[in-house]
């Protein structure tokens, strides 16, 4: 077998044996390095989804002090609920900038879940500006109630992110969901001390509908705090996370709950209460928060798995590469005869015939050493570049002529304008964005008033330098992103992008001002009655006065109209 022959198989056989092995490998470690980042940002966003529920829990505290202090505007909680409410705002945004990965349905969760809590502060807000006389109980029950209802919008969202966490790394399914228990018994925890709230604020005995719910809610929370401490025993690899529950079970279930059962029997045997909401959030909620340490230990404990597999897959394939490179190494050694006879300048050629497909002139040809057949084909390559070249040169001459030609046609030859067809297509397209992205898009048409009389008394080219002008006036006012049009012989068209109704009045208003400033025209010799130039403008909305392009041009082109009949130089709306 000739050598060339031989060398060309052995080459072969290697790329492909370990070509394949290293697809392998490499595809597997990145596959596993993907996944443990996916799951690291899932537990991420899941951190930033349970601080939001947190920081909306926290805020009942403060909420339900004002609820039931007479003077709350001068009350020491007022700038306590500003920070819970600032913090809350806080943790939304961050779980809202961070939520362009979920799908639609946990986004549109999130999007509910703060305007609950919009209406509910609403209520709260409402509430608190009448004196505690006049705070009933079911008033005051029906805007706690309001606070406690902004949780469950989050449910969907956390329960995904979980799921989510756990299906991109499995081995954190037990802290992702112990740390998702703990933030439903902390929420339920933090739900019994709003059950008091109505009753504590107006000295009232709890009413049996408030025991059953006291009833319900402790029953939840001693079902947690079982599947918790069940799942903490048996699964938690870290001490931080043992002492963590230790310390929560000592400060919560021995103090702020004992407190809640204490204000619950004084509630149910119809005793003075010894303190209003605001005592009692000081004295229940910081033991209560308590459990959050557990949440946070949990969720740490396998952000820190996460890491360490993440940095497992990441030498990994490093090892992967490097033995990659050595094993190529030893490959690039065992073809380098052939390389060096025959395989080198047909690459070159080759490469260079690529080059030219792609229309690449700039190529690298081998340097011909005999007259051989590879001088024959370096010849017929290099001839081939040329006619490539002459051929290209020929094509950027017809595209520059097709480009011109189509500006040509777009744009109207006296004011520099674009015409009705070259407004249309920017505008169908302006419109098309304004769909997508939500912005508001107006129409404002203006005509030149009288435009006949500068024609008819000063001739045709005093009515172009009017036309002219107005067209100067028109860029000189609008923005960047707007369109502007000449449609017709004295009408002109601006689209004016991110701009609602009252903006685009007070455009037009400007403009027509501008227009009306304008130096009167007197024919070219000084005769004739010099003419002042005006204009009559309709302005229409993009949505609310017409859904296409013509149905917007034909309401603002009514409006213009109604300004002409209501005696010129003006501005009309069409939704007037």
């Known amino acids: 077998m000739p050598l060339i022959r031989l060398l060309r198989a052995l080459a072969v056989l290697l790329v492909l044996v370990t070509g394949f092995v290293l697809a392998q490998l490499i595809a597997t470690t990145l596959q596993d390095l993907h996944r443990t980042r996916d799951g690291l940002a899932a537990i991420e966003r899941l951190r930033l989804a349970l601080i939001a529920a947190e920081m909306a829990s926290r805020e009942r505290g403060p909420t339900n002090g004002m609820l039931g202090d007479d ?53 709260v807000d409402r509430l608190i500006a009448l004196p505690l006389a006049r705070r009933t109980p079911d008033q005051i029950s029906a805007a706690v109630y309001g606070m406690v209802g902004v949780i469950p919008r989050l449910a969907p969202v956390i329960s995904g992110l979980a799921t989510e966490a756990q299906t991109y790394y499995p ?35 709890l009413t049996p509908f408030e025991l059953g719910e006291i009833q319900r809610t402790r029953g939840r929370i001693d079902e947690l705090r079982f599947l918790v401490d069940v799942r903490i025993q048996d699964g938690a690899d870290s001490t931080v996370v043992v002492q963590a529950w230790e310390e929560a079970q000592r400060r919560y279930f021995g103090g702020s709950l004992k407190l809640a059962e204490r204000v619950a029997a004084d509630g149910a045997a119809g005793h003075a209460y010894d303190q209003d ?47 990659g490179m050595v ?72 595209d520059a002529l097709i480009e011109q030609l189509r500006t040509q046609s777009n744009t109207d030859a006296m004011t520099g304008l674009p015409n009705r067809r070259g407004f249309w297509e920017s505008a169908e397209h302006l419109l098309a964005q304004a769909r997508r992205h939500g912005f508001d898009v107006t129409a404002i048409l203006l005509d030149v008033d009288h435009f006949k009389r500068f024609n008819d008394e000063l001739g045709h080219a005093i009515g172009d330098a009017a036309l002219i002008a107005v067209a100067r006036t028109i860029r000189a006012e609008m923005r960047g992103s707007d369109l502007v ?30 227009i009306e400033r304008l130096p009167a025209l007197t024919g070219r010799d000084g005769s004739g009655q010099p003419v002042s130039t005006t204009a009559s403008l309709g302005v229409a909305a993009f949505g609310t006065d017409g859904q296409t392009l013509e149905q917007l041009i034909s309401r603002a082109d009514a409006a213009m109209y109604r300004a002409k009949t209501a005696g010129r130089n003006r501005v009309m709306l069409a939704a007037v």
Do not use: C, W
Request: aromatic share 4%; charged share 25%.
């Open 71 to 123: 003077v709350p505007h001068q009350s020491v909680y007022a700038d306590a609920l500003a920070q819970a409410r600032a913090s809350t705002d806080a943790a939304f945004i961050a779980l809202e900038q961070n939520a362009a990965p979920l799908p639609g349905v946990r986004r549109g969760a999130v999007a509910a879940a703060r305007m609950e809590l919009t209406r509910a502060r609403l209520d």
């Open 171 to 205: 081995p954190a399914g037990d802290d992702v969901q112990g740390a998702r228990l703990i933030a439903e018994l902390r929420e339920y925890a933090g739900l019994l001390g709003s059950h008091f709230t109505a009753a504590l604020a107006s000295g009232k005995p």
């Open 277 to 323: 909401p605001a005592r009692f959030a000081a004295a229940y909620v910081p033991d209560m928060n308590s459990l959050f340490a557990v949440r946070d230990a949990l969720l740490a404990q396998a952000r820190d798995e996460a890491l360490a597999t993440k940095h497992l897959a990441e030498r990994t394939l490093a090892v992967v590469i490097i033995g």
């Open 327 to 398: 094993l190529l190494a030893v490959l690039i050694g065992a073809i380098a005869l052939v390389q060096r006879r025959l395989l080198g300048p047909l690459a070159v050629i080759a490469g260079a015939v690529n080059a030219l497909a792609r229309n690449k002139l700039d190529i690298r040809l081998p340097p011909i050493v005999a007259d051989d057949e590879m001088a024959a084909v370096v010849g017929a390559v290099e001839s081939l570049r040329e006619r490539t070249g002459q051929r290209l040169a020929l094509e950027r001459e017809r």
């Open 485 to 514: 049009g000449r449609i017709g012989g004295e009408e002109f068209v601006v689209l004016l992008s991110h701009s609602d109704l009252r903006s685009a009045h007070a455009f037009a208003e400007r403009l027509r001002a501008s």
